[in-house]
């Protein structure tokens, strides 16, 4: 039950394994943002074929999903690793769930790139994309701060969601005014109302991943506590 | 790194404490489905009251998934499960993520009941209800395949999911029918629409739980695979 006999060989194998899932986790995160970059731009385009795209390329991200998480498995059966080395493996096991669930709700946004919107509908798509380059950036963010394990950074992205629920609860209401208006649109218009709240929902899992990294690095599990028990936790110098 | 030598005290004890966990798991999964009947109960009967209890509840939920995710962190740095104790410690993981996002889920199916409608709105609110009690009952013969660890109901609950899809897609069509019709309801069906989408979403998540269940019994991963590799890993006899 105590490892610390098998001394640093056992560790440092642990550290060169934990490495290479970590660096598995990386692609995958650069594979997710590179779909949801590609959908945003094929609704800005109207690029039908790389919408088609990012639909097939999911598979790589559901593969990318097994084979991450066997290789926590294997981690873990193998190097037996306890405390903060645990709470590693643990906080990829998480991540790599959410990640691959903001790639099933950008096959949903990329969805709206295969429709037809006449040009008084284009507004619409412009706020899409907005909200859309929005959470991009948010997603890109809390990708750095898993590769570089700053809390600091993380916490930063957590509080940036409350921006994206703004600009979603807007849009919505965008939304609502233009189906009143135009009650034949309504189907068309629901399409776009899904893939704003799956924006909206990426921007949530987004804030999970934030707060396993701040799990990560400080041993507590912040999920489900206050905004102020966070920066505590945290403890960012206020500029 | 081999458990074997410390026999079977070691085992026995990770034994005790992962029927412990598990007993944990069905308590927080019992209070999940409680909270889904009392929404679907206070929309149908325009209970303000039980959805506001259902609001404030969802902190039990939330509070169930740090204490068992704290238990399955120190079950593994204490007992070190290798193989199937391993991954049944793993599946319980999983399994209580998505018992607390259908918590999430079941919070904004109760905000609908704290809304008005007129009496010509009630029958979709029926056709919510209706679609409410299938997930509920998903849900329940998903727990129950937990509770007895029983791969091939995880089967055919994941199979059943279909027909909420179903029926899902076809109230979707009634609420936009109904907007084109009434478009100064849109605001208030709009909450029904996103409700009525909270109720697949949770379907999805017992279809996940249903996938840890088949993963727990035969060690092997389904998810993302065909109904045919599912089939098989269950082998269940045809009837």
């Known amino acids: 039950m105590d490892n ?16 290479g899932v970590r660096n598995s986790v990386l692609s995958m995160g ?8 590609d959908a945003i731009r094929a609704i800005k385009e109207s690029d039908h074929e790389l919408a088609d795209k990012v639909l097939s390329n999911d598979r790589k991200i559901n593969a990318f999903e097994l084979d991450i998480d066997n290789a926590c498995t294997q981690l873990i059966a193998k190097r037996q690793p306890t405390a903060s080395d645990l709470r590693q493996v643990i906080a990829t096991f998480k991540t790599i769930a959410d990640l691959e669930r903001i790639g099933d709700e950008t ?3 990329a969805g709206v790139a295969k429709e037809t919107f006449s040009s008084e509908q284009q507004h619409l798509l412009a706020s899409l994309e907005n909200l859309g ?27 940036s969601d409350q921006g994206i629920d703004r600009q979603y609860e807007a849009m919505l209401r965008q939304l609502m005014t233009y189906m009143m208006e135009d009650p034949r649109s309504i189907p068309k218009i629901m399409d776009v109302v899904f893939s704003a709240r799956s924006l909206e929902r990426i921007g949530d899992r987004c804030q999970n991943i934030a707060e396993y990294v701040i799990y990560n690095v400080h041993g507590k599990d912040v999920r489900h506590t206050s905004v102020e028990t966070m920066q505590d936790t945290v403890r960012k110098p206020r500029a």
Chains 1, 2 share one sequence.
């Open 107 to 109: 096959k949903r946004i």
């Open 133 to 159: 380059q929005l959470v991009l950036n948010m997603l890109r963010m809390v990708l750095n701060a898993f590769a570089r394990m700053d809390a600091e950074e993380a916490l930063e992205v957590h509080q």
């Open 30 to 37: 650069g594979e997710v943002e590179k779909q949801l970059a």
């Open 4 to 19: 610390s006999k098998m001394g640093k060989h056992i560790s440092s194998q642990f550290d060169v394994e934990l490495k």
